[in-house]
């Protein structure tokens, strides 16, 4: 008997209770009180130091489709970002979840200070992913959750797929999450960026009316009960320093600025007056990166160099040619190829001088001195950005094996 | 007598418990002292104790496979070698707390959504009885059987985070001031002392052709993947890395592949949690042998409950004061440590071997 106890039950025994232990069967929560949140919407309480947080909660998704987008939203007011949580939790009763918050919405009116004053919340809990995408949006976080948008029945799902999914390798978007962004702030530039997502009326079918009627409402429902839906443009993107917003990038900077951290393939780049033979036309370009560089060299002063060869086809021109000349690996001329470079690098110059005017130090040059010129690091560590000078060296290629 | 272990199994207990024992906590606590230079504080403990591994184990064969305490008995009496085990069973309660608190607060945080209460931890300790009961028979099992696991949820972990990983974040390497480096590798020094179970092995394991050379091959690799382990977890978080505390629960978590293939990066975390079940115990394990060989008990589970008793009570009284303990373990009690785990063997060098007890 006290060899089976020994050999045999103690070792179940024992193993059980660490299986309890280890897969938390003595903390689990019901799950019919606990709501999964999505996404979180931070807003700033009109005259009061205040947060607004309005939280999207994963809902079983509705046989019928009159069910409504807002209706998954529940919002709370507090002193600090746990405090609103918290605030939903006890008016609501739900537990909220937050492991599977995968989106942080900054309404605009957060925008005028430090919001590393609250997104800091997200970097000392360990309670949401800190690998959660960090927008800002045009208007009201609240607003921008409750839209309808025909990408899908949820915001907060057509938002991250606009952010991150398969177009990511566009470089439309500096999409940012809260780690990333909080490395940002906390580095030697003090610096930071995440997308600007303004929302963009669009036309579509009106909803088809089933059962003769009732049950009104819009298929993906609709915040306001009116049948306007939206889509998100997230090609701009605001500039941080010492987090507070300091400026934005416009489309074409945020792409190019995108060019340093991203593999470019299959970019596209618009020229509005190309000379391609004999026409001259509005063209899209293809671009797709052979190599690049991006480093900060001190000689006698500090100089940024950007470097970039790249390879290019032409997309589509707005003009009518001879079916000969309709593939994409259509020969560009060098006096094209010399007009794109020239924009590139234009935009390149005109981004950099924003930066040193907002002293917004996007290209992390304070950490380029830290890291690699250490020695002359005390020397320029207060004023980096305003002593570089920019040296862009752009070479575009023509692309002669691309796809048709 | 109990039967030997194998030298095998040594050298997976270091690749596997002993590896994974320094990721959870050290990283993040290094970096708050080293910052970028985190990895060099690293290395500074690892090769400082290894020396002290290869110390033991010529001292094993110099003395032909005889227990330090039989080494002790006849180089200083039996008295003196009574008080040296009391010691060592002292420094390994004390090794044991940071690791069992480590791997609580691991579990509750990576599992549990609410705050358990610490009693709900104590269950811990009806595991690490039994696993002490087992004695160094159970640390070589277990560790045959971590070495796979812990392989696997190393592999997941770092091909996870490779790809975010920025290995310009540990620049610059020199010029730097050295004083934070060495701060931080005394700060952090408690993670280390791996050498003391090599010590207490002697005379444990089948002596075999090339041991050294194994068991030293095998610390090498802890250290290397200790060393990459730090440098990738700074490359992917830069200054937030001394907030990583958990950090095989946070590292390579943004990685995109994640959105497509699932949260995968669940995997080595349950890995390493279960790993770390292992490892927090194995000092404990350490220390009741060293109370059997002070005090001879009748009952060979008793040194396993006074041990795990002693522990659960200190879990119970101090785990609302952690970051106090662990100030007063790593800033004052590790010279304690030091000077029982290296200063005490080293004195045997100048100590004559009497060959006639």
Not at chain 2, 96 to 104: L, N, S
Request: some cysteine.
């Amino acid at each position: 008997m006290m060899k089976f106890l020994k050999t045999k039950f103690l070792p179940i025994l024992v193993g059980l209770t660490l299986l309890l232990f280890l897969t938390n069967n003595f903390g689990l929560i019901d799950i019919e009180k606990t709501a999964i949140i999505i996404a979180l919407g931070i807003d700033k309480v009109e005259n009061s130091q205040k947060y607004e947080v309005t939280a999207q909660i994963a809902v079983p998704q509705a046989t019928n489709s009159s069910k409504n987008n807002d209706d998954a939203l529940v919002s709370g007011k507090g002193a600090t970002i746990a405090d609103a949580i918290d605030d939903i939790a006890v008016t609501t009763g739900w537990y909220p979840l937050l492991a599977f918050c995968n989106l942080i919405v900054l309404g605009e009116n957060t925008l005028k200070t430090n919001v590393m004053t609250f997104v800091d919340e997200f970097i000392r809990t360990d309670k949401i992913p800190d690998s959660s995408l960090l927008v800002a949006c045009e208007g009201k976080a609240q607003d921008l959750l409750t839209t309808a948008t025909p990408l899908d029945s949820v915001s907060a799902f057509a938002l991250e797929k606009i952010l991150v999914k398969d177009i990511a390798k566009l470089n439309r978007i500096s999409f940012v999450n809260v780690k990333d962004f909080a490395k940002g702030y906390f580095s030697k530039s003090k610096s930071s960026y995440m997308p600007y997502i303004k929302k963009t009326k669009v036309e579509t079918a009106p909803p088809v009316q089933e059962g003769g009627g009732g049950g009104g409402g819009s298929e993906g429902g609709s915040g306001d009960g009116s049948n306007e839906k939206y889509v998100f443009d997230g090609t701009t993107t605001l500039m941080f320093k010492n987090g507070v917003n300091v400026g934005m990038l416009d489309e074409n900077q945020t792409l190019t600025f995108n060019l340093r951290k991203h593999e470019s393939i299959d970019t596209f780049f618009d020229m509005e007056n190309i000379k391609i033979g004999e026409k001259t036309a509005a063209a899209t370009i293809g671009l797709n990166e052979v190599k690049k560089r991006f480093a900060l060299e001190i000689k006698d002063e500090p100089v940024f160099h950007i470097e970039l060869t790249i390879k290019c086809h032409v997309e589509d021109v707005n003009c009518s040619e001879e079916v000969k000349d309709l593939f994409t690996t259509q020969v560009i001329p060098d006096e094209a190829l010399r007009q794109i470079e020239n924009k590139i690098e234009e935009i390149y110059k005109e981004s950099f001088k924003k930066m040193q005017q907002s002293d917004c130090d996007l290209y992390s040059l304070t950490d380029e001195l830290y890291k690699f010129h250490y020695k002359k690091y005390k020397l320029y560590k207060d004023d980096v950005l305003q002593k570089t000078s920019i040296n862009v060296k752009i070479k575009c290629e023509l692309q002669r094996n691309n796809r048709t | 007598m109990q039967s030997k272990i194998n030298v095998r199994q040594i050298c997976f207990m270091l690749i596997s418990t002993s590896t994974i024992g320094k990721m959870i906590v050290a990283p993040a606590v290094t970096a708050r002292y080293s910052q970028e230079s985190l990895w060099i504080s690293a290395l500074i403990n690892l090769i400082i104790d290894g020396l002290f591994a290869l110390y033991f184990l010529y001292m094993n064969d110099k003395f032909s496979n005889r227990t330090f305490y039989s080494i002790l008995e006849s180089s200083v009496g039996k008295v003196a070698a009574k008080i040296v085990y009391s010691l060592f069973a002292i420094y390994f309660l004390f090794r044991a707390f940071t690791p069992i608190m480590e791997q609580k607060n691991y579990i509750e945080i990576a599992l549990y959504e609410t705050a358990p209460s610490v009693l709900t931890f104590l269950i811990f300790f009806l595991f690490s009885a039994y696993f002490c009961y087992k004695g160094f028979k159970g640390i070589a099992r277990s560790a045959d059987v971590c070495i796979w696991i812990a392989a696997f949820g190393i592999c997941v972990l770092t091909a996870l985070s490779v790809s975010l990983t920025d290995l310009s974040n540990l620049l610059p390497i020199v010029g730097v001031p050295l004083k934070n480096v060495f701060i931080g590798a005394k700060n952090t020094a408690v993670w280390y002392f791996d050498s003391a179970y090599i010590l207490i092995f002697m005379g444990h394991f089948k002596s075999e052709k090339g041991y050294k050379t194994k068991i030293m091959v095998s610390y090498g690799i802890m250290a290397l993947i200790v060393v990459t382990y730090f440098a990738i977890l700074y490359g992917e978080f830069a200054a937030l890395t001394e907030r990583q505390y958990f950090a095989p629960i946070q590292m390579g978590k943004s990685d995109v592949a994640l959105s497509s293939i699932g949260r995968i990066d669940y995997i080595p975390g349950f890995i390493y949690a279960l790993v770390c079940t292992f490892g927090s115990a194995i000092p404990l394990v350490f220390s009741s042998y060293c109370l059997k060989e002070v005090f001879p008990f009748k009952r060979k589970i008793i040194p396993p409950l006074i041990v795990n008793a002693i522990a659960a009570a200190a879990i119970v009284i101090a785990h609302d004061y952690f970051i106090e303990t662990f100030r007063f373990i790593s800033k004052t009690l590790v010279w304690g440590f030091a000077a029982i785990v290296y200063l005490i063997p080293l004195a045997l060098i100048f100590i004559k071997k009497r060959e006639s007890v």
